[in-house]
T-cell receptor, first 113, second 109 residues
Framework: IAGITQAPTSQILAAGRRMTLRCTQD?????MYWYRQDLGLGLRLIHY???????GKGEVPDGYSVSRANTDDFPLTLASAVPSQTSVYFC????????????FGPGTRLTVL | GQNIDQPTEMTATEGAIVQINCTYQ??????LFWYQQHAGEAPTFLSY??LDGLEEKGRFSSFLSRSKGYSYLLLKELQMKDSASYLC??????????WGAGTKLIIKP
């Protein structure tokens, strides 16, 4: 593993289904973030984790949940997907929370029909 | 409210210079980032400014004026590979990044 990996690369999902997007890092960064990116809008923060065992809500958390059982993994779950959750999802990490540079994974393109 | 404004699209010629502007309004300010994002790829870090002035990194420079809530990214000696979106993002007082929608830069031969 080199850096940040996300899985799947892309997914088409029926509305109402449950889906977990995976994010794994090998950089031993403390902070991790989930963003969604929609055309014409800036990246929007969904949830974040400043360190293993803690999570927090970002700007658009409704319909999403996260967990941070260890340093490396930060999965994002859509409990019951809706079409408005169609987006590109990016996981990011930083050495520490706060003003450190954030590094991004390759993204997951999710389509909810 | 909090807001980041940058032009939607710009066009420039290979070998030329282009300046991409960004204005921000945030509750507090703790620094500003510029990222590059090629189509279908992840954003990658270009620069970070927290103090007023110009930061130069090779062909790319970034400027910040905190009193004016203004930054720009200057790209010199443009190459075709510089065709990408450029994202401006500012830290607010809660240490959350507020992102602009990005400026799509088109380079013509």
């Amino acid at each position: 593993i080199a850096g940040i990996t996300q899985a799947p690369t892309s997914q088409i999902l029926a509305a109402g289904r449950r889906m977990t997007l995976r994010c794994t890092q090998d950089m031993r960064h403390n902070a991790m973030y989930w963003y969604r990116q929609d055309l014409g809008l800036g990246l929007r923060l969904i949830h974040y984790s400043n360190t293993a065992g803690t999570t927090g809500k970002g700007e658009v958390p409704d319909g999403y949940s996260v967990s941070r059982a260890n340093t490396d993994d930060f999965p994002l779950t859509l409990a019951s997907a809706v079409p408005s959750q169609t987006s590109v999802y990016f996981c990011a990490t930083s050495t520490t929370p706060g003003t450190d540079t954030q590094y991004f994974g390759p993204g997951t393109r999710l389509t909810v029909l | 409210g909090q807001n980041i404004d940058q032009p939607t699209e710009m066009t420039a010629t290979e070998g030329a210079i282009v300046q991409i502007n960004c204005t921000y309004q945030t509750s507090g300010f703790n620094g500003l980032f510029w990222y590059q994002q090629h189509a279908g790829e992840a954003p990658t870090f270009l620069s970070y400014n927290v103090l007023d002035g110009l930061e130069e990194k090779g062909r790319f420079s970034s400027f910040l004026s905190r009193s004016k809530g203004y930054s720009y990214l200057l790209l010199k000696e443009l190459q075709m590979k510089d065709s990408a979106s450029y994202l401006c993002a500012a830290w607010d007082s809660n240490y959350q990044l507020i992102w602009g929608a990005g400026t799509k830069l088109i380079i013509k031969p």
